[in-house]
């Protein structure tokens, strides 16, 4: 119920294109939805964030698409750079308790 | 603003032996997080405190403990080290004003156990 799970795994995407991370969830009581990016020796940095009264969320390059029904919510990057090459985590919390991270996915933007 | 910082950047010990990693939350956060990140395993959640009491656990034996500080400071504290302690021990802090959801983490200890 707490498990938050993330695919894919790892992903190549070109210059330019389109990279698309998704997250499903179980616990219905999750009420906000983080996704952190993290390069190697640091620690993870907040992104973009959602609540569920929201289905979608931009800023900039990077858009939260979000489905209550579903239980499924997933971050795209837009036009990817070779600087988005990070590993990238969703996260799920309620009630400011912890955060469910998601197990990650590790990015490659190839020049 | 300064972010959250965390002493030591690295740290070595061997088995057996006692860790304390200490963390600075953000300027006026009083709610402090620690998160394990080993190898394999991603971000797993150890401890909460919040104005100086510890609100939750994770799924962590009693070897792992901590505390708060009056000025919202907090130290981990990792006692009878074994070699699967070795990890990235992340801290966050979280405010009560602004984005009071978000979780702001520090750069990590990296904590190698022999």
């Known amino acids: 119920q707490q498990q938050v799970k993330q695919s894919p795994q790892s992903l190549i995407v070109q210059k330019g294109g389109i990279s698309i991370i998704n997250c499903a969830y179980e616990?219905?009581?999750?009420?906000?939805f983080p996704w952190y990016q993290q390069f190697p020796g640091k620690g993870p940095a907040l992104l973009i964030a959602?609540?569920?009264?929201?289905s979608e969320k931009k800023e900039g390059r990077f858009t939260i698409s979000f489905n209550k029904s579903a239980k499924q919510f997933s971050l795209h990057i837009m036009d990817s750079q070779p600087g988005d090459s990070a590993t990238y985590f969703c996260?799920?919390?309620?009630?400011?308790?912890?955060?469910?991270f998601g197990t990650g996915t590790r990015l490659l933007v190839s020049p | 603003e300064a972010g959250v910082t965390q002493s030591p950047t690295h740290l070595i010990k061997t088995r057996g032996q006692q860790a304390t990693l200490r963390c600075s939350p953000i300027?006026?956060?009083?709610?402090v997080y620690w998160y394990q990140q080993a190898l394999g395993l991603g971000l797993q959640f150890l401890l909460w405190?919040?104005?100086?009491?510890?609100?939750n656990r994770g799924n962590f034996p009693p070897r792992f403990s901590g505390r708060q500080f009056p000025n919202y400071s907090s130290e981990l504290n990792v006692n009878a080290l074994e070699l699967e302690d070795s990890a990235l021990y992340l801290c966050?802090?979280?405010?009560?004003?602004?984005?009071?959801?978000?979780?702001?983490f520090g750069p990590g200890t990296r904590l190698t156990v022999l």
């Open positions: 616990n219905t009581a999750f009420d906000y």
């Open positions: 405190y919040d104005e100086g009491e510890e609100r």
């Open positions: 996260a799920a919390s309620y009630g400011f308790q912890k955060l469910v």
């Open positions: 300027s006026g956060h009083t709610s």
């Open positions: 966050a802090s979280r405010g009560r004003t602004g984005s009071t959801d978000t979780q702001y």
């Open positions: 959602i609540r569920p009264d929201v």
